[in-house]
């Protein structure tokens, strides 16, 4: 079973869809403008690190099933560096 097929189920388990879902990724920022490729800029709230260095996104999106979750994670994992909370 692959981890995206257990993190579908544990979603599954966990949220009644559609609903509205929190997305929170850091990202270096050199790759922040790689993030709008998963969401547009109007959707996301960012906040840069203390240093400079990262850059946090937060996103309340409507997702219609645990299987549009796992598209978001799946395209946003394509950037590299990318940490999800």
């Known amino acids: 079973m692959s981890s995206y097929q257990n993190f579908k189920e544990k979603l599954e388990s966990q949220h009644k869809f559609p609903t509205e879902y929190l ?13 709008y490729s998963v969401f547009s800029r109007d959707v996301f ?7 400079g260095n990262y850059v946090s996104f937060t996103a309340r999106v409507m997702m219609k ?10 395209k946003a994992y394509k950037i590299k560096g990318i940490i999800s909370l």
């Open 45 to 51: 709230q960012k906040k840069l690190s203390k240093a």
């Open 23 to 35: 997305f929170k990724f850091i990202v270096p920022r050199h790759r922040e403008d790689e993030m």
């Open 65 to 74: 099933s645990s299987d549009e979750v796992v598209a978001v994670y799946e």
